[in-house]
């Protein structure tokens, strides 16, 4: 098997491209890379298989073990994981690699749950979250390793721990699945090597409601202004289709719950459905989600229950022909594949009577949620039922992200109710009060300071400010600054969508930070020919963008346009390849760039950086005097300890050296102003 470096797919010797993405292969197994990612790993075991295996023959535990293998890897790679290995009776899969999604954490735990579901008792799981050096390109099937870490160590120790028919989950997973998914708090294991114990929490069952709280909705003001007179006009007799679309993060959800929680104390119905990327019961998911809450209909009732509720409700609701419109629901539903509906038109047409009828008797609001992820006849459906209702209280309000119009170009085209709503991130204050309300249990003054650095971070997108002031709340005092798991599985996701090509450069543009420059770029390019188009395409998605004005005469200078983008960019690269990126750009600002003010700082960072700590400490030296000279005393106090940061114990002769240049620049900063003492200094 030859397999995709773009995608991971295992494609056919023959092959010369890929089943998947189309992209060449070049022949062959493509070059592997490696990538420092967050992955989620799921560790399933067989209970009490090992002394069990004692008193077989080897056939028998083949036997056992072969559908139990195949169960176990169907309900993984359902959830769109990847089964990294087989171990005798463990089964180990990782999700967040070679392909992130942005929920790997939320799958694996329903992979979990669905193993349970499927073994019960039989099998212990353990499912972790922490970063892992993944080879993309890896063939487990051959036995090479794609994941290497703590993170699989852990899974393992912690799945020895599960009770029978338990999953046990770590404090990653459940940071990142916590609202998403019903925990009972455990017992900490004591686990082989770690020092303390590993905090631990039971799986239960997917959470029912909407899914984690949020912080307190801030600003959306026209927004739910604009929401509340559409919802005046629909409850007046006109239906309306609405689509709120925008990034992740940026807030639908959050706006959708208030405009929900509006609708309910008025007296309206609302109804929800969520479209999910893998594990549908049926091309109507999110609608189906939507009727058995009309009907009362529980996830764990049998067909025959089903049937009855639905007949139930359709004459309830006096809908004309309960019979039939009850058996297309079941369609709909997924619950018996004998019942077939004649057309897709009458199938939608007793879609339509239900809901009709249902809004006769309330005004009600349909949300469908992610529907970039909804199949065709979902789509049709929604479109359809707009289209063809009248007279009726009914509102259909779909979230989305933008890339809903790259598949669906022509979306509500054509329908007189149809309303787009593109949702900003947060501005100013805004933005800052979120991350305000957010941190808790910190001096005012510090508070406030971080919330305005966080709302600039995240550049006003709520979840991005949420996650990272709850990290920064959560997070022992003194422990270091990392981007939140939320948000790099989320950046990650999106570069992972990008063609090789862009996304290599990006990474490599990374190294940088948030501003960097053609010239750099194009050293280490894999097809320096094509640079232009690639910067050119990354630029159109809204990844960065070209400034004006360059720091470097005849340097196209860009801009990352986003930091933490930037930032997760930047954590992928392994320390080796950083090491070697970081040496590449001191070498060109070295050619290229001034040789005095913050250029000499650059340099001195990324010497450090790719472990030239003697070079390092020569430009901080540099750097720090020319402070020094200009009277920048508190600059020159930090470059001054970033040099001796880097000096060796035993090279006494310079450290005195630079200690001695401190004692004079912490003298000279109090003589200046002896109320405004220098961090670090003593009285």
């Not at 309206?268 to 209909?297: D, H, M, N």
């Not at 930047?570 to 913050?598: K, V």
């Amino acid at each position: 098997m030859t397999v995709c470096a773009a995608c991971g797919q295992e494609n056919p010797p023959i092959a010369q491209f890929c089943l998947t993405c189309g992209r060449p292969l070049a022949g062959g197994k493509p070059a592997s890379r490696e990538e420092r990612r967050i992955v989620t790993v799921i560790f399933v075991d067989l209970v009490g298989f090992t002394s069990r295996a004692e008193t077989l023959d080897p056939e028998d535990v083949r036997a056992i073990l072969a559908p139990y293998h195949d169960r176990v890897r169907d309900e993984i790679e359902s959830f769109g994981g990847v089964v990294e290995k087989f171990i005798g009776d463990a089964v180990v899969g990782v999700f967040g690699a070679p392909t992130a999604y942005g929920d790997d954490p939320e799958r694996a735990v329903r992979a979990a749950l669905s193993v349970r579901a499927a073994l019960g008792t039989q099998v212990r799981i353990a499912v972790n979250t922490g970063e892992a050096l993944v080879t993309i390109g890896a063939r487990p099937e051959r036995g090479e390793a794609m994941v290497a870490g703590d993170v699989i160590n852990t899974a393992a120790r912690l799945q020895s721990a599960a009770p029978a028919g338990g999953v046990l989950v770590g404090a990653e997973t459940y940071r990142c699945t916590n609202g998403l998914v019903d925990y009972a708090v455990a017992d900490p294991v004591m686990a082989k090597g770690k020092e303390l114990p590993v905090e631990v929490w039971l799986a239960d069952r997917v959470a029912s409601g909407d899914g984690r709280p949020g912080a307190e909705l801030v600003g959306r003001v026209g927004e739910l202004a604009m929401l509340k007179g559409i919802w005046e006009r629909a409850t007046a007799g006109t239906p309306h289709l609405v689509t709120v679309l925008g990034p992740p993060g940026v807030g639908k959800s959050r706006l959708a719950s208030e405009f929900r929680r509006i609708v309910t104390a008025g007296g309206g119905r609302t109804v929800r459905g969520r479209c999910l990327p893998y594990r549908e019961s049926s091309a109507y998911g999110a609608f189906a989600t939507q009727v058995k809450q009309f009907a009362g209909i529980f996830e764990n009732d049998e067909p025959d229950v089903v049937l009855a509720k639905l007949r139930a409700e359709s004459e309830r609701l006096a809908v004309p022909d309960p019979e039939v419109v009850a058996g297309h629901l079941g369609i709909i539903l997924g619950i018996d594949p004998h019942i077939v509906a004649e057309d897709r038109e009458a199938l939608f047409f007793s879609v339509r009577c239900f809901i009709e009828a249902a809004a006769a008797e309330q005004a009600t609001v349909l949300v469908f949620e992610d529907i970039h992820w909804a199949d065709r006849g979902l789509l049709d459906l929604i479109e359809q039922l707009v289209g063809r209702m009248h007279g009726l209280p009914v509102l259909l309000l779909t979230l989305a992200r933008p890339e809903l119009l790259d598949n669906r170009p022509g979306w509500g085209g054509g329908l007189p109710g149809y309303i787009s709503m593109p949702l900003q991130p947060l501005v100013g204050v805004e933005a800052e009060a979120l991350a305000f309300n957010v941190l808790r249990g910190i001096e005012e003054s510090e508070r406030q300071r971080r919330a305005a650095m966080f709302a600039e971070m995240a550049e006003g997108n709520p979840l991005f400010i949420e996650q990272l002031a709850a990290t920064v709340a959560e997070r022992p005092a003194g422990t270091a600054e990392a981007l939140p798991t939320t948000i790099r599985g989320i950046v990650a996701a999106r570069l992972d969508a990008l063609p090789p090509g862009e996304r290599s450069v990006l990474l490599s543009a990374a190294v940088m930070g948030k501003v960097f420059w053609r010239g750099p770029v194009e050293r280490v390019a894999e097809n320096a020919a094509t640079l232009g188009d690639t910067l050119a395409a990354l630029e159109r998605r809204d990844l960065i963008r070209r400034e004006a004005v360059s720091a470097i005469a005849g340097e196209q200078q860009y801009r990352f346009r986003h930091m933490l983008i930037r930032d997760a960019a930047y954590d992928m690269l392994p320390r080796m390849r950083r090491q070697e990126l970081h040496a590449d750009l001191a070498r060109y600002l070295e050619q290229e760039a001034p040789t005095a003010g913050e250029a000499i700082t650059q340099m001195a960072r990324h010497w450090r950086e790719a472990g030239e700590g003697d070079r390092a400490v020569r430009y901080f030296l540099v750097a720090a005097e020319e402070a020094e000279r200009g009277w920048a005393m508190e600059r020159a106090l930090l470059l001054y300890k970033e040099a001796l940061d880097l000096v060796a114990e035993d090279d006494v002769e310079t450290r005195r050296d630079i200690r001695r240049r401190l004692a004079l620049v912490y003298q000279m900063h109090f003589h200046l102003d002896p109320i405004e003492r220098a961090p670090g200094a003593e009285a």
